[in-house]
């Protein structure tokens, strides 16, 4: 899990489980567990008066606390209980939620750290659970009948099981024990142990890059130790925070995230040296948090200007990377290493060392790495559409080349792809599909055509982006080319603005299931990352990772 934070909320109605399960997560994984129960009784102190309540009292007067407070006790208890110890704990469970504003409220002041688990089952089920509640289970069979009744006619308790609808994961109890519970949801937050020795996922994308990339980098971040990026300035990978979004260049999309994780920037990075100073000021990386390999390559003012002449031939971003790149080939001719990273001493000299001795105390360590690629797979130097290509093989192979990792330390390789793929605008080169406009795309999604046309914009350069029709002939190749073990669909929201609201998959759309269906049949695995807009809730994640 890394430095993963998790802020678990239960719901579901009485008996379906979920103190057993919270009681579980409490003991195993040392989930700090806030017991709502608890919270109603120390709110309702003074009127008890040392009295031991019955349930009814206690509903009733959460029912009083949800109307004159808008459900924002839970919260309130749950920081009266944590706040001061919060950053040096990573898991919580909430146990329970009752209405939809008391997650609302939790949702809001802990954004992506938090999730919604809802537990359900059949009336009979409960029922019967419920006669054999240590304190039931003694009453006389027409009073444990009353009680029963009295209980489930609470107004709060018969709306409880509406709220599934916006779970991250519902479970129905009818159909596993206690301890299947606990394994779905420990699976759930990746919390089993692996049994496979590979430490290294990757992250590259399918297409002309512009594929979504950081988000979903950031998504999968917290679950590791170390967070590596290689390429250059010329891909800018754009992370959802509030209240302004984060681009990051040149640091790995996660650093923000997993603020815990160790940062590397492999050998075969291209680095501006002003953007890369300046990233590092706007996050407050500290030094022992960052290292950027000694042999990276830095961008002269020289190698910019030279790009800036002719970047618009090939629609390139002028950033000065492919000069950069030619030099460190050439310079070697004249015994010259005056570009690498090594000699900025005084720039760098805190976070100057070798990523290949890091990685290998890693491996030692057991720790998990997120290397993140950078462009798509169509933009690669060998492999995509020459002349209009980068200066660097994109594909997952490349990416480990400059990054100095073996392939036999993978696990798992993400491709991202868009429903739509996309390129710069002007004289960047051609698709592999027809090309279309964002009027057709509105027209097919349901969303406003000029939003679109804002939306993409280029992270680097603010230009225009062209647009074209999906295609399979690029994403076959691609898949050949990358052999990945999970595909990143991103961007389903150009299929149906419906999906913007889809929390899980079976919330999507037919149209984008069925185009699911055929993307996991032409590349043989699964869509286990599904991108549905740009916000916290915005990946419906299917990972069964091990």
């Not at 537990?119 to 069979?141: N, T, V």
């Amino acid at each position: 899990m890394g430095d993963r934070k998790v802020i678990l909320v239960l719901s579901g109605e009485i008996c379906t489980g979920k103190s057993t399960l919270a009681d579980k997560l409490e003991s195993v994984f040392g989930f700090k567990h806030c017991k709502t129960k608890e919270g109603l009784l120390f709110l309702a102190k003074k009127k008890l008066d040392g009295k031991v309540p019955e349930r009814g009292f206690l509903q009733k007067f959460g029912e009083q606390l949800d109307t004159t407070g808008d459900g924002k006790w839970v919260l309130e208890y749950f920081q009266h209980l944590y706040a001061k110890d919060f950053d040096s704990e990573k898991f919580y469970v909430i146990d329970s939620a009752r209405i939809l504003k008391q997650i609302q409220h939790i949702r809001e002041a802990y954004s992506y750290f938090v999730f919604h688990i809802h537990l359900e089952a059949s009336k009979d089920s409960l029922e019967k659970r419920f006669y054999q509640r240590g304190e039931i289970r003694e009453l006389p069979e027409a009073e444990q009948k009353a009680k029963y009744e009295k209980y489930k006619q609470d107004p709060t308790e018969q709306q409880v099981n509406t709220l599934k609808d916006e779970a991250d994961l519902v479970i129905d109890t009818d159909k596993c024990n206690d301890e299947d519970v606990f394994i779905r949801v420990a699976s759930f937050f990746k919390l089993l142990p692996s049994t496979h020795n590979e430490l290294v996922d990757v992250i590259v994308g399918g297409q002309f890059g512009s594929e979504g990339k950081g988000q979903i980098a950031a998504h999968v971040s917290p679950e590791y130790e170390c967070l590596m990026r290689v390429g250059g300035p010329n891909a800018g990978h754009t992370v959802f925070e509030k209240p302004y979004n984060h681009v990051f260049h040149l640091l790995p999309s996660g650093t923000y995230r997993s603020p815990n994780s160790k940062l590397l920037i492999g050998p075969g990075a291209v680095l501006n040296l002003g953007k890369l100073l300046e990233e590092i000021r706007t996050f407050g990386i500290e030094t022992g948090r960052l290292v950027i390999d000694e042999n990276a390559v830095i961008i002269s003012q020289k190698d910019i200007d030279e790009e800036q002449k002719i970047k618009d031939k090939i629609s390139s971003t002028g950033q000065g990377v492919g000069f950069a790149t030619a030099t460190n080939i050439v310079a070697r001719l004249y015994e010259n290493d005056n570009h690498k990273a090594k000699h900025f001493l005084k720039e760098l000299r805190p976070f100057l060392g070798s990523t290949a001795n890091e990685l290998e105390n890693l491996y030692k360590e057991g720790k998990k790495i997120l290397l993140e690629g950078t462009q798509g797979t169509g933009l690669s130097l060998h492999h995509g559409l020459y002349p209009h290509v980068t200066s660097r093989d994109t594909s997952a192979s490349g990416t480990l080349s400059e990054a100095g990792i073996s392939p036999r330390r993978v696990r798992k390789i993400i491709m991202v792809t868009r429903c739509y793929p996309i390129r710069v605008g002007g004289t960047s080169g051609p698709f592999m599909s027809n090309e279309i406009n964002m009027q057709i795309v509105a027209d097919r999604s349901g969303k406003n055509a000029e939003d679109l046309v804002k939306k993409e914009i280029t992270t680097t350069t603010k230009k225009n982006r062209r647009i074209a029709e999906f295609s399979w002939l690029m994403f076959r190749k691609a898949c050949e080319l990358n052999s990945p073990t999970d595909i990143a669909l991103t961007f389903t929201d150009y299929i149906s603005v419906k999906n913007e609201k889809a929390r899980r998959y079976e919330n999507l759309t037919d149209e984008t299931r069925r185009f699911i269906d055929e993307i996991e049949r032409c590349s043989g695995v699964q869509v286990s990352l599904i991108g549905t807009t740009f916000d916290y809730r915005a990946v419906i994640d299917r990972r069964n990772w091990k």
